[in-house]
């Protein structure tokens, strides 16, 4: 007998030899019907596979992240069988579940293959996946592996299996297809009960321009045609609230070649929003007792050495620069904090001088290759809403919390309600990744756990998410789509005051090293406002609207009224601009409405003749005559608000 743990903690007796499948049956077969895999020991298993010792087994059904993975790799098999059986003498590379969904990268010889062909393909998938045909997984020799995918003439399998070592080639096979693969996979093709081919590419083999391209079909298979339904829906709805679409239209930012890729241009409407941000910050940070600190674009190649960014992300960055003086080098700068651990040392310390709390929305440089800039989410100049606090010890996890409040704070303020804290830890397998003793490591990841713990927040635990010099607390927002984003994140760290020999008189009269926390709620202003664009579509909140109104004269006569109503509620701190265009009304509210203006003011003879304005809101549309007065209270409650 063996004995076997559930998540809750309970623990079963079972035959050894019992599959994950089997262990679901005798829980519940409702249960059963819906397990797609099996977390043993944490290693993703089949859910048929044997389990003979004492383990800890944690069920995959669709709605865990792996039972997904393990659903959508086996959707990549059963498309390799389809394309095997419509096109044969086809050839296979590798084909991996993504986040959303699969691909499999294939050679078709030398015929054409387009997007026209998808149709016949998913009929066939679905054809394949009504026969339930079981996934059959057989470990195999080296040299019969060989021996297989050699008559088969695939030279793809061929090169991926010269560099496994003999005792670890596994295949699996679901009705006419065999593939080399290490799994997992769906107990059968029955699960699959819905398809879609989203798009079709090229690959170069193991992303080798010198070899072969190959042609990369992606596609995604649900349980449930509605499911399918709703994610095709979802993508439409993110075409149309798409931050580059949206920031072309109300003209928020831009991109130049001139000027250089993944480097935004912020537009005037595009800096108000930017300000808006930053001036909504600066009031919490002062509030929270941070102090503003301004450092340069640059550093001494040193100071990176020092900080060790440049022994972890030197390659990657962009080149010195070079100046007259012989063997001198600067580096655009791709971090604040060595900046702020010189302004530390500026003076001595005492231990009644901490917390320091310096902050900056800084900006930094790093250097992305070209093919993975996406518009303000992933860019090479960005700017951070950068803070570091130095502290005692004894002060850090009281510090953690503060910061903690702050984030969750501006999430608030900007309707992010629906996020998760990932305790992201170092990989304790690879700790050549990281500097800092083991010691060091081990305080600092106490302190966020418990501080998360202490804050009541939903939290999943990442091993090898960590930074380099320390661990960290990631807040992963999902928007109005249901997508995932990383924003805010905390990180404490002993490792970077040790490098710079940061120090403050304790109560001891003895030196002592601070610790130091690095935060960024926002995490860069160009990640947080692509993701706020398409979380609220565009319609910001007002307050943060770099256009609160527009004022729409029916004609010329009444222009003069306009500029007085305009300068009326600018003196009310009421942001907006008139539209003196030589359109129709009807014209002018449709642009307004694309602009996502928040309120459009009609004005016109009776407006003008009794000191009113006309008022429609965006998306809601006529909202009726009211006095100039009573409109500037309404948008001052609604800001307040």
């Known amino acids: 007998m063996i004995n076997i743990t559930l998540p809750d903690g309970s623990v079963r007796e079972y035959d050894k030899g019992i599959s994950s499948m089997q262990i679901a049956q005798s829980i519940s077969e409702g249960l059963a019907r819906n397990v797609l895999a099996a977390e043993v020991d944490g290693q993703v298993w089949d859910a048929s596979r044997p389990i003979e010792k004492d383990s800890h087994v944690k069920l995959l059904t669709w709605n865990d992240l792996q039972g997904k993975a393990t659903f959508w790799h086996s959707s990549a098999h059963l498309m390799a069988e389809a394309l095997e059986a419509l096109y044969p003498g086809t050839k296979f590379g590798i084909g991996p579940a993504i986040e959303t969904g699969f691909y499999y990268d294939v050679d078709f010889g030398d015929r054409e293959f387009s997007s026209d062909e998808f149709k016949k393909i998913e009929d066939k998938i679905i054809e394949l996946a009504k026969t339930?045909?079981?996934?059959?997984?057989?470990?195999?020799?080296?040299?019969?592996?060989?021996?297989?995918f050699t008559e088969k003439g695939d030279e793809y399998k061929l090169d991926l299996i010269k560099d496994l070592p003999d005792g670890s080639i596994t295949?699996?096979?679901?009705?006419?297809?065999?593939d080399l693969c290490r799994g997992p996979h769906i107990p059968n093709t029955g699960f699959i009960k819905s398809v879609k081919l989203m798009s079709v590419a090229g690959a170069y083999w193991r992303g080798d321009e010198s070899r072969k391209q190959l042609t990369r079909i992606y596609g995604v298979t649900y349980p449930k045609q509605s499911e399918l339904t709703e994610y095709l829906h979802m993508l439409e709805e993110a075409k149309k609230r798409d931050h580059r679409k949206l920031g072309k239209e109300m003209e928020l930012f831009a991109f130049s070649e001139k000027v250089g890729m993944g480097l935004p241009l912020w537009l005037p409407k595009g800096a108000a929003l930017r300000q808006r941000l930053v001036d909504f910050m600066t009031k919490a940070q002062v509030k929270a007792g941070y102090e503003q600190v301004v450092s340069p674009h640059i550093g001494h190649k040193s100071l990176y050495v020092t900080s060790g960014h440049y022994e972890k992300y030197g390659a990657d960055s962009f080149q010195p620069i070079k100046t007259p003086q012989?063997?001198?080098?600067?580096f655009l700068k791709p971090m604040n904090c060595?900046?702020?651990?010189?302004?530390?040392?500026?003076?001595?310390r005492s231990y009644k001088d901490l917390p320091v709390r310096y902050a900056e929305f800084g900006t930094v440089y790093r250097y992305e290759q070209?093919?993975?800039?996406?518009?303000?989410?992933?860019?090479r100049g960005f700017t951070q809403d950068d803070a570091h606090l130095f502290c005692r010890p004894d002060q850090v996890k009281d510090e953690f919390k503060k910061v903690i409040d702050l984030v969750l704070y501006v999430f608030t303020a900007l309707g992010f309600d629906n996020y998760t804290a990932q305790v992201s830890l170092?990989?304790?397998?690879?700790?050549?990744?990281?500097?800092?003793?083991?010691?060091?490591?081990?305080?600092?990841?106490?302190?966020?756990?418990?501080?998360a713990e202490e804050k009541g927040l939903k939290t999943v635990v990442e091993l090898g998410e960590a930074a380099f010099y320390?661990?960290?607390l990631d807040f992963m927002v999902k928007d109005a789509l249901g997508r995932k984003w990383q924003l805010g994140t905390i990180q404490v760290d002993y490792n970077l005051p040790e490098r710079f020999e940061l120090e403050y008189t304790g109560s001891d009269n003895q030196k002592h090293r601070p610790v130091m926390i690095h935060r960024a709620p926002f995490g860069s202003l160009e990640r947080f406002i692509a993701v706020l664009i398409e979380h609220c579509a565009g319609n910001f909140p007002l307050w943060l609207s770099p256009e609160q109104f527009i004022i729409l004269p029916i004609s010329e006569k009444y222009e003069d009224y306009a500029k007085k109503l305009s300068e009326s509620l600018k003196d009310s701190d009421i942001c907006g601009l008139i539209d003196f265009r030589d359109e129709k009304i009807g014209r002018k509210i449709r642009d307004a409405e694309v602009k996502k203006i928040p309120y459009m003011l009609i004005v016109g003879e009776k407006e003008t003749a009794e000191g009113l304005v006309s008022v429609r809101k965006h998306g809601q549309g006529d909202l009726g005559s009211m006095s100039?007065?009573?409109?500037?209270?309404?948008i001052i409650k609604e800001i307040t608000v």
């Open 171 to 178: 295949f699996y096979t679901q009705g006419n297809f065999t």
């Open 132 to 148: 339930k045909e079981e996934f059959i997984r057989k470990p195999v020799s080296k040299a019969d592996a060989i021996d297989y």
């Open 338 to 348: 060595p900046h702020h651990c010189e302004m530390y040392k500026t003076k001595p």
């Open 470 to 472: 320390g661990p960290k």
């Open 370 to 379: 070209s093919g993975e800039l996406h518009g303000l989410t992933r860019v």
């Open 426 to 451: 170092r990989d304790p397998e690879n700790k050549a990744k990281y500097i800092g003793s083991d010691e060091n490591w081990a305080l600092a990841e106490a302190a966020i756990i418990e501080a």
């Open 628 to 634: 100039i007065e009573d409109f500037k209270q309404q």
């Open 326 to 330: 012989e063997g001198e080098e600067f």
